[in-house]
């Protein structure tokens, strides 16, 4: 058994307005197919058929005030309502309250524990590395998780040798953005068979996609646009060389925003879970209503110690 847990930051299921809404707006024929039809929106959940599963979970936890991304990650990671614990939400990086739940009680720790492998599938260019360790930049969530349980991030070596992907999925930052001008470039379907190859190594996979909660904040719908639709060409050269064997391949977020860019802030809105394998690999999550059921259910799928 083995999960590949796909995070899209800041996506929430939004309004059916094409007018702040980008998942409208977006070309997404493959995701479309699989749901029916429809568009990846609040209207669209639930809904299941005979490959999918699509669900909207609540990230806001009973706590007041709008989920952030420290908060709502160590949530997906760990089970617990760490905003009812602290009593606020907290973001965009962990503070030492919000980190001392990712130090031995994260999905990560408990894969290692248990004897199985994991990884973190991104690759980070050296410039990160280098704000880490002089200490002006801090690890979000999700890395902090994967350091803490000992597992090494994936490196821009790793990246040329085929072990990781870039954040982007595609490669086209490094070269664009980075200035790293032999990075490989890859089409979407290529980078989601690659994704989908990598994986498998793993009996616990994770892939963290930032950019959407970026797109969100500058309220940029062309780029939220363009964002979705090479998710959509990524999307289908994963599943095209994903079999039900294989395991299940899991979508959600921490919070809302990308999905009504009328405000620069996140959202309350219910975030998706999307499933993808054998439903009865996929009924574990049938409980699940909010980001504290994530975590458990896949404990129970890998039969992680909790």
Not at 93 to 107: C, D, F, M, R, W
Not at 165 to 190: H, M, Q, R, S, Y
Not at 247 to 261: F, K, P, R, V
């Amino acid at each position: 058994m083995k999960i590949l847990f796909l995070f899209l930051d800041g996506i929430g299921l939004g309004e059916d307005n094409p007018e702040t809404n980008p998942f409208i707006n977006a070309d997404m024929p493959y995701l479309e197919s699989l749901l029916g039809g429809k568009k990846l929106t609040k209207s669209a959940a639930p809904f299941e058929s005979d490959t999918i599963t699509l669900k909207a979970i609540d990230p806001n936890l009973g706590v007041k005030g709008l989920p952030q991304s420290a908060t709502g990650q160590a949530v997906l990671l760990t089970g617990t309502n760490i905003p009812a614990e602290l009593g606020y939400h907290y973001g965009p990086k962990p503070n030492s309250e919000v980190a001392q739940y990712l130090n031995g009680h994260t999905i990560f720790s408990r894969t290692v524990n248990a004897g199985k492998k994991a990884a973190l599938l991104n690759a980070y260019p050296p410039g990160y590395f280098k704000g880490i360790n002089s200490g002006k930049r801090l690890y979000s969530s999700i890395p902090l998780a994967l350091t803490n349980a000992g597992i090494s991030l994936f490196t821009e070596q790793d990246y040329h040798a085929g072990n990781a992907l870039a954040a982007d999925f595609t490669g086209e930052g490094w070269k664009t953005f980075l200035n790293i001008d032999n990075a490989p470039v890859f089409d979407p379907e290529t980078a989601g068979t690659k994704l989908g190859e990598l994986a498998k190594r793993y009996d616990f996979s994770f892939f963290e996609y930032w950019a959407s909660d970026y797109a969100g904040h500058k309220q940029d719908m062309p780029w939220a646009t363009n964002q979705l639709e090479v998710f959509d060409g990524v999307l289908k050269g994963l599943l095209a060389n994903w079999r039900d064997e294989d395991g299940l391949i899991l979508l959600t977020s921490d919070h809302g925003n990308m999905e009504d860019l009328g405000t620069r802030k996140h959202t309350a809105a219910h975030v998706p879970l999307l499933l993808f394998g054998d439903k009865t690999k996929r009924d574990a999550f049938t409980d699940v209503s909010d980001l504290t059921g994530v975590a458990p259910a896949i404990s129970q799928l890998l039969a992680l110690d909790n």
